[in-house]
């Protein structure tokens, strides 16, 4: 095989992938705890395919950060009905969820993409059981998270 096809192979691969910042080791280490503050609830919305797309995740219509397959946001809010949403070039994912002061809920973001960045299904936003969120969490890397303004 020449050369400029390796290359023009890899540089095809490498555009496709999609790069999305981590959050500080210190925000990292405080999301382990896998506990929600007090009089607040915890959310943790996680990813564990699709690399070559990243997806904004919203809270209340609110971006609290991207995500890439292996990752995960961390995301503390009040008490109540909040709206999680997912958007993406080609579709967009909601889900409703009502949280207790002291739950933690764990959310994963379904979105089935093939290697070259083509969507072959639509994004879905799914509540998950803990004991499934919480191990797949402790498996992934936090991104980069806005919180979510009080209400």
């Known amino acids: 095989m020449s050369k400029r096809l390796i290359g023009g192979v890899l540089i ?17 280490a ?13 959310l ?4 564990t395919s699709g690399r070559t797309s990243d ?3 919203l809270v209340d219509g609110h971006a609290v950060g991207d ?4 990752m995960f946001l961390y995301v503390e809010l ?18 409703v969820i009502q949280l207790a002061a002291g739950q933690v809920d764990y959310v994963r973001l379904n979105t089935p993409d093939n290697h070259w960045g083509v969507y072959i299904s639509h994004s879905k936003l799914i509540l998950m059981p803990e004991a499934t969120g919480r191990q797949v969490v402790a498996h ?12």
């Not at 992934?140 to 209400?151: E, Y």
């Open 12 to 28: 095809v691969t490498l555009a496709g992938c999609v790069s999305v910042p981590p959050a500080s080791r210190d925000a990292e």
């Open 30 to 42: 405080r999301s382990r705890q896998y506990s929600a503050p007090p009089g607040k609830a915890a």
């Open 44 to 47: 943790y919305v996680y990813r």
């Open 55 to 57: 997806r904004e995740v």
């Open 67 to 70: 995500l890439v397959g292996g």
């Open 78 to 95: 009040d008490p109540g009905r909040h709206e999680v949403a997912a958007t993406g070039a080609m579709n967009n994912a909601s889900l």
């Open 140 to 151: 992934s890397r936090m991104a980069a998270s806005k919180p979510v303004p009080a209400r």
